[in-house]
């Protein structure tokens, strides 16, 4: 069976699980366009790129660190951030745990969940990537009941129930955008009632407040609400998010996540974030909701632009007249150091891609080099 042409696999390679060999991990916006790149930190003037590929926020605020009693570890789950937390969402600190953002709660609850090799989970796409990247990665089966008109298929989840251990919804979608009807997050959640967790991906809820689903922790108990800093706080570099569920849940997680989540440094920002600065990101909510209705609208004004998606988020996915348009128009972009996202690869989203709201001056840049093309 020795190829003496073919590469040696590595001792890792060969050690890994078979699984890993050929994996693809998760395409962040970072990966695919940030690679020995210095000039999104300004080290190049000429070479400045405009991001709007990752839904990050264009603007921050402002922080001082005071690294006190940094030779200590941190609380298990620092008191100050807990509080801080509950008292945005109104929820008791006892539902809340704070992860490495809720990409790291997405993981503790398949963990938590799913057997290797035995349980599955269901997402439906299109939807966020990071559901079956972290499914894939600890061996849990994955299956997909498509979204159709952007809303649920309920009778297809019907279908499901007994089959899944966890449930994903991503309201508002990404990249999608729009939220989900509130009487069908209730009836899926009805659906699984006794048979599977029903996640609620509430990264973007900031700019759609009203629609937040909070408070039917008070009545399921299969019920689990993911949050982030990454996105309205303006704090993706961080890697602050929370899960929110009743008390059995938050325990069991608890049993699976690191020892010290959440670095000294890390509680101390956010916790100030959460404190001081609740009226900045409302501000900042309110730009980005207004840029995005004046951007919407003149997007579906334009020839090379065939449909518009409703978005009650920080972007908007929007549809090309073709697949030749689209790359037409991305690399058009590109050229011009202006990132925004390709999501054509995706189910149902063919000639898609998807722009995520930066500053005015980002979004009046964009929209001129678009108008010349
Ligand atoms: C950005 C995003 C996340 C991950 O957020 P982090 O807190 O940065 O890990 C989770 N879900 C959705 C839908 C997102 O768009």
């Not at 990050?56 to 789950?77: H, T, V």
Request: net charge negative.
């Amino acid at each position: 069976m020795s190829n003496n042409n073919a590469t040696p696999l590595s001792i890792a390679d060969k050690l890994a699980r078979p699984e890993l060999v050929d994996m693809v991990p998760y395409q962040s916006a970072r990966r695919l366009f940030a690679s020995g790149d210095t000039s999104q930190t300004g080290n190049n003037a000429a070479e400045q790129k405009i991001w709007l590929n990752a839904n990050e926020a264009s603007g921050r605020g402002e922080y001082q660190l005071s690294a006190e009693n940094i030779n200590r570890y941190p609380d298990f789950q620092p008191t100050s951030l807990l509080n801080a937390y509950s008292n945005y969402c109104n929820l008791a600190k006892e539902k809340i745990l704070a992860t490495r953002g809720a990409d790291e709660g997405i993981e503790l609850i398949i963990r938590s969940f799913c057997r290797a090799y035995q349980d599955s989970i269901l997402i439906c796409p299109p939807t966020y990537g990071m559901y079956a990247i972290s499914a894939e990665n600890h061996g849990a089966g994955i299956i997909s009941v498509p979204l159709v008109n952007n809303t649920l298929n309920l009778a297809a989840l019907a279908e499901q129930v007994g089959q899944v251990k966890v449930v994903f919804l991503c309201s508002p979608g990404n990249p999608t955008g729009n939220i989900l009807p509130r009487e069908q997050i209730l009836a899926a959640i009805d659906l699984f009632l006794g048979s599977a967790m029903v996640v609620i991906d509430e990264a973007y809820i900031e700019f759609c407040p009203e629609q937040s689903t909070t408070k039917l922790l008070a009545d399921f108990d299969n019920v689990i609400i993911l949050r982030t800093l990454s996105k309205a706080f303006a704090l993706a570099g961080l890697r602050c998010g929370f899960t929110l569920a009743n008390e059995p849940v938050i325990t069991l997680l608890s049993k699976v996540i690191a020892p010290y989540p959440i670095s000294a440094p890390v509680a101390e920002l956010a916790s100030k974030a959460l404190t001081d600065d609740i009226a900045l990101m409302k501000a900042r909510v309110e730009q980005v909701n207004h840029l995005r209705a004046s951007l919407s609208a003149w997007l579906i004004t334009q020839p090379w632009c065939s449909e518009v998606f409703a978005s009650d988020a920080n972007f908007v996915l929007f549809r090309c007249t073709s697949q030749a348009e689209k790359t037409r128009l991305f690399e058009l972009l590109v050229a011009n150091n202006l990132l925004i996202r390709d999501q054509s690869k995706q189910a149902q989203l063919e000639s898609c891609l998807r722009i995520s709201i930066g500053s005015e001056h980002e979004i009046n840049q964009l929209q001129q080099l678009l108008s010349a093309s």
